[in-house]
C-alpha cells in the first residue's frame, strides 16, 4: 500500500519556524517530484512548493522567502521549512507526489498529483 504520512506540524507563534517532514512507504518515489499543498480554513488547496529529482525547485508568491522545500532521495522524504510565519500560514498542509518521473521541472496544479498525504495542522497564533 502506497502511503505518505506527514509530521512535524503544530502550533506556532508569528515569526516562528516550522519543519514538516512527508516519509514515503509502498513503493519508491526517488524520481517524481515532490510537493507541498495546503489548505488554509474556508479555503481551496493551494500549491506551496515543489521540487524535482535532482533538486530544482517551485514556489509559490506567498511562500518564496519564507519557505524552504528539501528531498532525502535515500530516505524517500521531502521537507518544507517554514520561517517568519504568520497567522495567514495557519492551514493543513498535504505533501504530494507527481503522477509522472524524471520531470525537468516541477508543476504546481493540484490535478497532477496523484499520491496524497493525509495532512497535518499548522496553527500560526498572533
Known amino acids: 500500500q502506497v502511503q505518505l504520512v506527514e509530521s512535524g506540524g503544530g502550533l506556532v507563534q508569528a515569526g516562528g519556524s516550522l519543519r514538516l517532514s512527508c516519509a514515503a512507504s509502498g513503493r519508491t518515489f526517488v524520481n517524481n517530484p515532490l510537493a507541498w499543498f495546503r489548505q488554509r480554513p474556508g479555503k481551496e488547496r493551494e500549491f506551496v512548493a515543489a521540487?524535482?529529482?535532482?533538486?530544482?525547485?517551485q514556489l509559490s508568491d506567498s511562500a518564496k522567502g519564507r519557505f524552504t522545500i528539501s528531498r532525502d532521495n535515500a530516505k524517500n522524504m521531502v521537507f518544507l521549512q517554514g520561517d517568519s510565519l504568520n497567522p495567514e500560514d495557519t492551514a493543513v498542509y498535504y505533501c504530494a507526489a507527481d503522477s509522472e518521473t524524471w520531470r525537468l521541472y516541477a508543476r504546481t496544479e493540484l490535478s497532477n498529483y496523484a499520491y496524497w498525504g493525509q495532512g497535518t495542522q499548522v496553527t500560526v497564533s498572533s
Open positions: 521540487i524535482t529529482r535532482g533538486g530544482r525547485s
